[in-house]
């Protein structure tokens, strides 16, 4: 398996070099289009064995940060190259070289330390099934081919190397392939081949008809292999079907301690906890104060009103569902865990206004609370302020109901509208909605691994204004990091059950859906009158009609919990 992915590298470098020598547009856009092929046959081993340092070979075209040490990088890879040949200007040639040169370095730099990793049964399994993930939330959705939309013929070349993984494992093993993973490759080929246009195509069927399958069939070839699989704890583990309904995901995977994840007790604890008002400095609100299990745990206001003071903190409540897949917490990304967000909010003189540890005291001292103290955490002779945020956090890592209608869908109990279905291919298609919410948590948190939370630069206003707008003055992220890139810069939250959470926006200036589909048909901050020199949305208008408007907010609907 090494050797022919070592093969690969050199024939990408080999096309690169082409690449490099190519001298007008269209033998640029050949050499190209080579590249990319040969790189989505490397690919699941890149991003699987490289996590992190794959963003520089084929990431989004914005800047590296590195908040660990405040370093900013700038973008380098196959996103940046696209941008530099698919352009209406001259094209820089020295640029251009410059960029090809570092990412040949890099290639070179995967190929040389791949030799002394391992590639056990076990890892194949997870590279596949990762790559038919990633196919499914990212490549179909355009997010690495922004300005070509190739991305629907690289899927293509992407099954192709899956297939050709499959068939030299099975050599490996003196197996053969399935006849019916043969015929599901076949398939798949044969539908994305007929159906090339990227804004026309069906992402809905192909994920549910094709690569769902697909992915099942997998799990059949190797299900006698897997046997050194290793038990870690990781966010998701599985196939692209049970992703899509939910499941596989460990709400667990981000809790601070291995002694922290949530059980029966522990979750009745929390829940019982969360509705308490005696955590906060004058008994008066609790946490479901400002996350209202019936508004989907927010408070269905512009500004949340906290009343220990009768003020107002400066942004509205988000959702709390599907809050465990994510390893960042507000929208400014401050806290690293959910305890710790706990945390801040009952130190905060404006929230609960009470330090942990009186917290604490007040409910170990009830005796109403003894039994589940007991029950929750059994082996703790004395309780500190970390098991009774344990518990909440617990509680709160415990809504994932995945019982939408999209869920549904996806699990063969409901069919989609017409409206429904076609405002989902657009999320996922032209309308780029998917490339920042990603597939199926339709939150910021990049499958397969679901490791990073993006945040985003995407220009809200003060007020409603479609043309001269005037940004929010909340800095966001900057607020924490102080890098002009995360100026104004705010987390990617879910949209599932957007239906329920409005006002929309961290400081609710938009009361409708409607209306948040025209910011983002517009351009978002730059589009309706901004200046932001580091927009990370796309500027341009989206183009879309007034019915397929109406069709993207009927399939955001359809993420509503039941």
Known sequence: MKSVVEKQLDSLQSTLDNLASATNKEALTEQFTSSRILYKKVEPFVEYYFQGFSRRINGPALPDVKIDDNVVNDATGFQVIEELIFTQEPIDYTVLHSQIAILQTDLLFVKKNLKDLPIQNHHVYEILQHQIIRNATMGLTGFDSPVAFASIGETKYSLIGLQENITHFCTLNNVKPTAKITALFQRSEEYLAKNENFDTFNRLVFIKEYLMPLSEEVAVIFKNYLSERPKTVTPFSGTLSDLMQGKGLNPDAFSPYGNSVSSVPKIALGKRLFNDTHLSKNSTISCATCHNADKAFTDGLKISTIKVHNLAVSRNSPTLLYAAFQN???????????????????????????????????????????????????????????????????????????????????????????????????????????????????????????????????????SIAWENAVIDDDLGRYNTNQLEQFRFGFKTPTIRNIQKTGPYMHNGVYSTLEEVVKFYELGGGNGIGMELEHQTLPFDNLNISEQEKKNLVLFMQTLTDR
């Not at 009774?388 to 019982?403: C, D, E, G, H, T």
Request: glycine fraction near 4%; charge should be negative; hydrophobic fraction near 35%.
């Open 328 to 462: 960042d917490f507000f929208y400014d990304l401050r806290s690293q865990d959910l305890e710790n967000q706990i945390q801040d909010v009952m130190e905060n003189e404006n929230e609960f206004n009470l330090s942990p540890k009186e917290i604490t005291t007040r409910i170990t001292n009830n005796k109403a609370y003894q039994n589940e103290l007991l029950a929750a955490f059994p082996d703790k002779k004395e309780l500190t302020p970390f098991e009774i945020r344990n518990a909440i956090a617990a509680y709160v890592r415990s809504l994932m109901p995945f019982n939408s209608k999209i869920d549904n869908y996806f699990k063969g109990k409901e069919t989609l509208t017409k409206e429904e279905e076609n405002g989902f291919n657009l999320f996922a298609g032209r309308a780029k909605c998917a490339t920042c919410h990603f597939i199926p948590l339709y939150n910021g948190s990049i499958p397969p691994w679901f490791s990073v939370t993006e945040s985003e630069v995407i220009g809200v206003p003060k």
